[in-house]
């Protein structure tokens, strides 16, 4: 079985700074998916990256990048600019690519991100 | 819908009731999932269907958890003689399908049911 381990429960970072968060994960699969959710207040999960085990380019989407290093299985998030609106928890997320086994996301217990002025 | 909506936002029973959860996906998603979050932990799986079968519930605790999805659209969970262990928030996603690849299919999330069991 597939295990995600986020070591930080809480960060913190200054607003316009730079963060990075930290994940690993337990596989013996090689084709596998890896995300990191964002979950504010409100309770919805929203997908901030997702990056393609066979990919060895880091996903970037505007500020948030990724440094996915397979062979450490190592999956950590970079904020850069980090903005108020980016305080939440953020949960790092594994999901098989095999056909049959790929219906689950496996979640981390999350870090909680604060931003401070 | 534009979204996946979850209804009651809130719910407050007391132990040894029934209580049922409703999810109505994004329309067209065939894919729909089940997830509990308990207070300071990560999502956990509870159940997959792909259109109205499951396609997977081997994360249900315990025979008191069951969840139908009949027409393959909007899904109700199902949770029999509720006991305190099961407070938790209730999450329902869903995404436009499986098959080979689809594994990087967004889930889309609804904003969850908060079950409080007195």
């Known amino acids: 079985a597939q295990t995600v381990t986020q070591s930080q429960p809480e960060m913190s970072v200054q607003e316009a700074e730079t963060v990075t968060l930290s994940c690993t994960y337990d596989?013996?699969?090689?084709?596998?998916?890896l995300f990191w959710y964002k979950q504010p207040p409100s309770r919805q999960m929203i997908l901030v990256i997702r990056q393609e085990a066979y990919k060895q380019q880091n996903a970037t989407e505007n500020r948030f990048s990724v440094n996915f290093q397979k062979a450490a299985k190592s999956f950590s998030l970079k904020i850069s600019d980090s903005q108020l609106g980016d305080a939440a928890m953020y949960f790092c997320a594994y999901r098989s690519a095999s056909t049959g086994t790929a219906s689950k996301l496996t979640f981390g217990t999350g870090t909680r991100l604060q931003v401070t002025l | 819908g534009a979204g996946v909506s979850q209804t009651p936002s809130n719910k407050v029973t007391e132990k040894g009731k029934y209580v049922e959860l409703r999810c109505d996906p994004i329309s067209g998603h065939t894919a729909l999932y089940w997830y509990r979050q308990s207070l300071g932990q990560g999502p956990e799986f509870l159940i997959y269907f792909q259109g109205t079968g499951a396609a997977d519930d081997s994360g249900l605790p315990n025979d008191r958890f069951f969840a139908v999805r009949p027409e393959g659209s909007v899904s109700t969970l199902k949770i029999q003689r509720t006991e305190r262990g099961d407070s938790a928030v209730y999450l329902c996603a869903s995404s436009p399908g499986t098959g080979v690849r689809s594994g990087a299919n967004v889930l889309t999330f609804g904003a969850g049911s908060r079950l409080t069991v007195l």
């Open positions: 596989t013996s699969e090689s084709d596998y998916y």
